[in-house]
């Protein structure tokens, strides 16, 4: 059965090659798109890491990430009013050299030096050199990815604004995005730089985790301006947005997969009329109905198959193209399961494109097949 399959779907080799170019592009499109919501999806859950047991104080109206907010001194002087607060950290972030599709060079993170282990984390180290430290001017550390690209280590420069900043540490992998990419410099050097005093984002870290609600809301409370986020809503809001991601970019996928499928029956109606005659000697000979109907699901089977092969493998090609070309900034991610669901869905469509016409092919009358033209 595989043996004849195989020889009749290459009976007519532009028709089949144009049906598995349909499956091809079609699930080469839920690979690849899929692979981008599933790198947004693990770079959210990397920036959950960060964020745990901090809360996430932004201008209102300045967006999910707070990108476009200028918080201020004053906004800081709000928040300690309110009890419970360890600790507030003031974030200023820079992209150097930012293009569209290729990202940013790098990105630069201001923070008041003796308050570094509150962003990167009490128990990351440093790789090489040390952390800033209280009164430092000009010097920065890095991240071990930044480091890794440029080649650079302790005692080299890095030149922000046509001003150099000597690197004095290297912070050790974290798999982090936000850290590992980044340089850190002190908050003072980068407002300079940017000629403002404001910053985008105040993490506020409670002196008791069980708090973090009740300071947040207190925080929004205390001003009509700031919005105050913690973990367990960044989290809620994140996955409501990758989720949303996901469909929409599987939706894409799935109609263009469907259009393939269409394509597959329409190759297996015309395969079926072509062979009436051959069908009707297969019937007069001894093959049953089922035989007839599993011969031709096989063929559609084995053209949605091979599709979906070449789909996955297009799929990852694309995520790896939208890697470079985002300069790291999007990371799409491949996993086994959307692999599974690529040629799950290819088979799929075989199946349901072929059952029509290998029903039809199934019911056929020798006699009448016979004497077909």
Not at 95 to 120: D, H, R, S, T, W
Not at 121 to 135: A, F, H, N, Q, V
Request: net charge negative; glycine share 12%.
């Amino acid at each position: 059965m595989w043996d004849i399959a195989f020889k009749n779907v290459m009976r007519n080799k532009t028709r089949t090659f144009l049906t598995v170019l349909g499956i091809l592009i079609g699930i080469g499109a839920i690979v690849g798109l899929g692979s981008i919501a599933e790198g947004i999806n693990e770079a959210v859950q990397s920036g959950l890491q960060l964020t745990a047991g901090k809360i996430i104080v932004t201008e209102k109206g300045s967006g999910f990430f707070g990108f476009t907010g200028e918080l201020t001194d004053e906004d800081v002087e709000v928040i300690k009013e309110i009890g419970g607060i360890k600790e507030i950290l003031p974030v200023l972030s820079y992209a150097e050299n930012l293009q569209l599709m290729k990202g940013a060079e790098c990105y630069v993170i201001g923070i008041e030096p003796g308050k570094i282990e509150y962003f990167v984390g009490e128990s990351i180290g440093m790789d090489d050199g040390r952390k800033l430290e209280e009164g430092d001017a000009d010097v920065a550390i890095i991240g071990k990815d930044t480091a890794d690209k440029y080649n650079l280590g302790v005692g080299d420069t890095w030149t922000i604004k046509d001003r150099d900043f000597e690197i004095v540490g290297v912070i050790e992998k974290t798999n982090t995005p936000d850290i590992d990419s980044s340089i850190v410099v002190s908050l003072q050097d980068l407002q300079n730089l940017l000629d403002t005093d404001s910053f985008q984002i105040i993490y506020v870290i409670p002196n008791d985790v069980k708090d973090t609600e009740k300071i947040a809301e207190e925080i929004e409370d205390s001003s009509d301006r700031l919005d105050a986020v913690t973990t367990k809503e960044f989290a809620r809001q994140a996955s409501q947005l990758v989720e949303k991601i996901r469909f929409f970019t599987v939706g894409i996928g799935a109609v263009a997969a469907v259009v393939g499928g269409l394509g597959v029956m329409n190759t297996m109606i015309m395969a079926v009329m072509e062979r009436r005659r051959e069908i009707g000697v297969m019937k007069a000979i001894g093959a049953t109905n089922t035989m007839i109907l599993k011969q031709i699901l096989t063929e559609s089977g084995v053209i949605s198959l091979v599709g979906g092969v070449g789909g996955v493998v297009l799929g990852i090609a694309v995520s790896i193209i939208i890697g470079k070309f985002a300069g790291g900034t999007i990371q799409a991610v491949v996993t086994p399961w959307l692999v599974f669901e690529g040629l799950g869905f290819a088979l799929l469509l075989g199946l349901f494109g072929g059952y029509y016409p290998a029903r039809k092919a199934s019911k056929l009358d020798p006699v009448e097949a016979l004497r077909y033209e």
